[in-house]
Structures are given as structure tokens and as C-alpha cells.
């Protein structure tokens, strides 16, 4: 869909009808609200961060539950309609998590009868969602990899392993919103393209301060931070690692606490998600974007930092001195019109409401089409 066209189709004014599956009339946007079941994928903590700052306007017109899964149950657990579910995570004992979940979310969609499945990475709820008639809407960042005009591309054999991926938690779904730090086109009919949002809690600082902040989802930033720290760079780290080198300043997980750092420091090191490099690109600031070789997504994430301008890919493995160095040449370079046309791109927080209300609308509209027609 064009973006020029997404205010017409969007539905501005208020609800629109949506068709159950469960022997329900329509709904009447005047008397009742569209129920919404947002299952969020817990695999670090963009996913929720990202949720969290869609939930406000979402739940003023919607009536939501939020289903969420390991790491995103910590940053949602205080949203009103939030519960927890098992975490379905690459690894051993993946496909039993599946299962278990795919039967819990089928009885959890039995019981409250939602009228839409929203899934932010989240596989098993897509697919229950499906089982039992339930129209879907996907969210995320691996969305670009086959829905828009992508220019940077993975080698053959990881580009295929993260389409069945993405596929996995979006394969049903009839809008898609794309979630990414840089302007590309939608490439399928129904794909929306936004930028994630800039967490409330960053204050940018007048004037930044000398220390380089870092976060790895997998704890696995030893080599670099090691290196970083004999170059004579103050680094401050969130986690809970299990090494740390000597004088780097490590500080618990904290969403807060990071924004608020986030807002002061003069670099970001860590792993190449997608949250992250879009909220440095907003603050213009350079990120050393890190991945590991077997992991395609973050791979393809730091070839797209790159590209972008917002800073440095590497492979934790090939974290050389001359890497640090070309890194460092990064750090003073102005930054200010990347910064402008991120923040010029749709924020999730409006785009997914925007695509919700445009789905059920078109919904409402097609069934009333057939009726007519009977």
C-alpha cells in the first residue's frame, strides 16, 4: 500500500465493526470495543519496549490484553490487561514450547472470544489465531527482510532461515506493520512501514558525556568491551554478564536506568537489534553494532546500521584494534540530518493503531458488502 494512501484507508473516526468468528453480532462501534489479544515475543527487550509505547493510544478505543512472553513480561508486567505467558525461544526445547503454547493460546482465544490476534514476533498465538478462524496482524522488524523494498541483503542459506523465521509468527496475518530505523517502501499489499518509538524516558542531554554505553542481549560482549577499555574509554554496561573486564562500570538491567544514560552518553556499543540503533539514530549517535555469525537477524540488522549511517557492523569475532579505531573516527562526526529523517518516519505508536482501525473497517465493510448481497 502507498504511503500517501495509508490516511485515506485508515479509519480516523474512531472504531469500526468487526465481524466474529464467534456467533457475536458486529460490533457496533458506538456501544462496544474491538477485542484485541497482543501477544509479545520475549527474546530481549525491544519487542516490549516497542509494545509498551503502542499501548497507550491502542487501549483508549480498544479493549486489550497483552500476553506476554520471558523477557517482555519484566518490562509489561505493570500494563493494565498484561499477563504472562511461556516463552517459546530458539534452542532446545523450542518445538515442545511451541506446542505447549499453541494449545494454551487456542483455550486462552476459546475463552475470551478476541476479534483480532495481534503478534509482535510471537509464533505460537499466529497460529492458534488461525486454527480457530481469528483474523491476524503481525508486527516487527523482521517484516522488511520480504514485505518492502530491502537494499542490503543476507547470503543465500540465512536469507531463506530468517524468512521461515519471520514466517513463522506472520504467515497468516493480513496486515503487516514493519518496524525499522531507516525510510524503505512496503513491496506487499497490506504492509505498513514505522520507525520504533523514542522511549519517553530519554531526556537528551545539552551536552553529551565522555562514556560509551553498552548492552548485549546475550551477554556476549567480553572481546569488545575488553578492547574498547585499552583504548582509554570510560564504558558503562547494563546486564548481568557473567565476565566483565577490568574497569568497565556494569549496572543491572534496568529500562529506566538505560534510557536516562542513553540520553548522556557520546556512543552506544552492543548487539545489533533493532530498537536500539533506531533510537541512537534518532539522538544521532554512533552504535557499534555487533552480531554473532550464525545469527542472520542481527546480522542483517548491522549491515543495515551500517548502510544507514548510524555506525559501525561488525562480528563479535572480528572485533579488531582497526575496527575500534575506524568506530572511534565515528564518534564526533555530525549527525543531526540522519537524526531528522528518522524522526520524520511514522512511529509505531501511530501506525499500528492507524492499521488496526483500517483492518476493521475493511472487515466491517465486507461483511456488510455480502450480507447486502444475500
Known amino acids: 500500500m502507498k504511503q500517501e494512501n495509508f490516511d485515506i484507508l485508515v479509519n480516523r473516526g474512531g472504531r469500526a465493526a468487526l465481524p466474529s468468528r464467534w456467533g457475536r453480532k458486529l460490533i457496533d462501534p458506538s456501544t462496544s470495543m474491538t477485542r484485541i489479544a497482543y501477544f509479545v515475543h520475549g527474546r530481549g527487550k525491544g519487542h516490549a519496549i516497542r509494545t509498551q509505547a503502542v499501548m497507550g493510544g491502542l487501549r483508549r478505543s480498544h479493549d486489550v490484553r497483552v500476553f506476554c512472553a520471558g523477557e517482555a513480561w519484566d518490562v509489561l508486567k505493570d500494563v493494565p490487561g498484561a499477563e504472562p505467558a511461556l516463552p517459546c525461544l530458539p534452542g532446545k526445547g523450542m518445538l515442545r514450547a511451541f506446542a505447549l503454547r499453541f494449545r494454551g493460546d487456542r483455550e486462552r482465544l476459546q475463552r475470551w472470544s478476541p476479534d483480532l490476534v495481534v503478534s509482535d514476533g510471537d509464533g505460537p498465538s499466529v497460529n492458534a489465531a488461525k486454527s480457530l478462524g481469528i483474523p491476524v496482524m503481525a508486527v516487527g522488524h523482521g517484516l522488511i527482510l520480504h514485505h518492502t523494498h530491502l537494499n542490503s541483503a543476507l547470503p543465500?542459506?540465512?536469507?531463506?532461515?530468517?524468512?521461515?523465521?519471520?514466517?513463522?509468527?506472520?504467515?497468516?496475518?493480513?496486515?503487516?506493520?514493519?518496524?525499522?530505523?531507516?525510510?524503505?517502501?512496503?513491496?506487499?499489499?497490506?504492509?505498513?512501514?514505522?520507525?520504533?518509538?523514542?522511549?519517553?524516558?530519554?531526556?537528551?542531554?545539552?551536552?553529551?558525556?565522555?562514556?560509551?554505553?553498552?548492552?548485549?542481549?546475550?551477554?556476549?560482549?567480553?572481546?569488545?568491551l575488553e578492547r574498547l577499555v585499552r583504548r582509554g574509554h570510560r564504558v558503562v554496561l547494563f546486564g548481568e554478564p557473567r565476565k566483565v573486564p577490568r574497569g568497565v562500570e556494569v549496572h543491572p538491567s534496568n529500562v529506566q536506568a538505560f534510557a536516562e544514560a542513553l540520553g548522556r552518553c557520546r556512543a552506544v556499543v552492543g548487539s545489533a537489534g533493532n530498537h536500539l540503533p533506531a533510537e541512537c539514530a534518532m539522538l544521532g549517535i554512533p552504535m557499534l553494532a555487533l552480531h554473532r555469525g550464525d545469527d542472520g537477524e542481527h546480522q542483517m540488522n548491522a549491515r543495515l546500521v551500517e548502510a544507514a549511517g548510524i555506525g559501525i557492523a561488525a562480528d563479535f569475532g572480528r572485533c579488531t584494534p582497526e575496527l575500534?579505531?575506524?568506530?572511534?573516527?565515528?564518534?564526533?562526526?555530525?549527525?543531526?540530518?540522519?537524526?531528522?529523517?528518522?524522526?520524520?518516519?511514522?512511529?509505531?505508536?501511530?501506525?499500528?493503531?492507524?492499521?488496526?482501525?483500517?483492518?476493521?473497517?475493511?472487515?466491517?465493510?465486507?461483511?456488510?458488502?455480502?450480507?447486502?448481497?444475500?
Open 324 to 374: 575500534i579505531q575506524r568506530f572511534e573516527a565515528e564518534l564526533d562526526k555530525p549527525r543531526d540530518q540522519l537524526a531528522a529523517r528518522t524522526r520524520a518516519m511514522r512511529p509505531a505508536s501511530e501506525v499500528i493503531p492507524r492499521a488496526i482501525d483500517q483492518l476493521c473497517r475493511h472487515r466491517s465493510e465486507r461483511a456488510a458488502w455480502k450480507t447486502r448481497t444475500a
Open 156 to 224: 543465500f542459506r540465512q536469507h531463506a532461515r530468517e524468512l521461515v523465521n519471520v514466517a513463522s509468527s506472520s504467515w497468516p496475518a493480513t496486515r503487516r506493520v514493519a518496524v525499522h530505523f531507516a525510510p524503505v517502501r512496503p513491496r506487499t499489499p497490506g504492509t505498513y512501514v514505522a520507525r520504533p518509538d523514542l522511549r519517553s524516558g530519554i531526556q537528551r542531554a545539552s551536552r553529551r558525556e565522555d562514556f560509551l554505553l553498552a548492552y548485549f542481549r546475550d551477554g556476549n560482549g567480553l572481546a569488545p
